[in-house]
């Protein structure tokens, strides 16, 4: 993995998206030995998929990066993300809630697609009742070839993230951060856009 080219890139979604959203860097293809050119390349916050992963990747490089849990969150590894991650954006589950130490983004699926993890728009109070970890909220949206047609499903979680009165939004990947950043993110997932 070359050091300049992921730190160009990086250093121009910053520019482009501003300075009130934080850019997550993907890493769940990222071998464990490719993590240095990261550090080198500058990148701030990690996003894991899977919890043993980030744990591997934490033993090596711990405080090089500042942690974040992206994937599906199974109640059996919350002990592992809350001994290294600083934000969960994927929170979906009370099972996982309870268990949870370290801040979280509830997870909503809007377009009610069972494929998709997160809760219903209904069920956002009742956690937020519960569990006062929970600090903002995350979506993905159904997969589209043109950005654009995520713009409903990113207005409607700022919406939602502003009733509620959260001050964090996680939303937009690769294809589709520019408009995730217009409707209202402060965090990015990007991954591809930075490797390629």
């Excluded at 080219?5 to 501003?18: D, H, L, S, W």
């Excluded at 599906?72 to 979906?92: F, I, P, Y």
């Excluded at 949206?141 to 009733?163: G, I």
Aim: charged share 25%; net charge negative.
């Amino acid at each position: 993995m070359n050091a300049d080219a992921v730190r160009a890139a990086y250093e121009a979604i910053r520019a482009e998206a501003g300075p009130g959203v934080t850019v997550v860097a993907a890493t769940k293809y990222v071998p464990l030995e490719d993590m240095a050119a990261l550090v080198e390349a500058g990148i701030e916050v990690v996003g894991e998929n899977r919890a043993q992963d980030m744990v591997r990747k934490h033993d090596r490089y711990g405080d090089a990066f500042r942690w974040h849990f992206i994937g599906t969150l199974q109640s059996n590894k919350v002990k592992l993300v809350n001994g290294v991650c600083e934000l969960v954006h994927s929170l979906d589950s009370h099972s996982a809630a309870r268990r949870l130490t370290v801040p979280a983004l509830l997870e909503v699926n809007l377009a009610g697609e069972s494929s998709k993890s997160g809760v219903a728009e209904r069920e956002i109070e009742e956690y937020m009742e519960r569990y006062p970890l929970i600090r903002g909220l995350m979506t993905m949206p159904p997969f589209a070839q043109d950005p654009e047609q995520s713009r409903p499903t990113f207005r409607r979680l700022a919406q939602l993230a502003r009733d509620f009165g959260l001050p964090d939004i996680s939303m937009g990947t690769s294809q589709d951060w520019r408009v995730a950043v217009e409707e209202g993110a402060t965090l990015i997932r990007v991954g591809s856009t930075l490797f390629r």
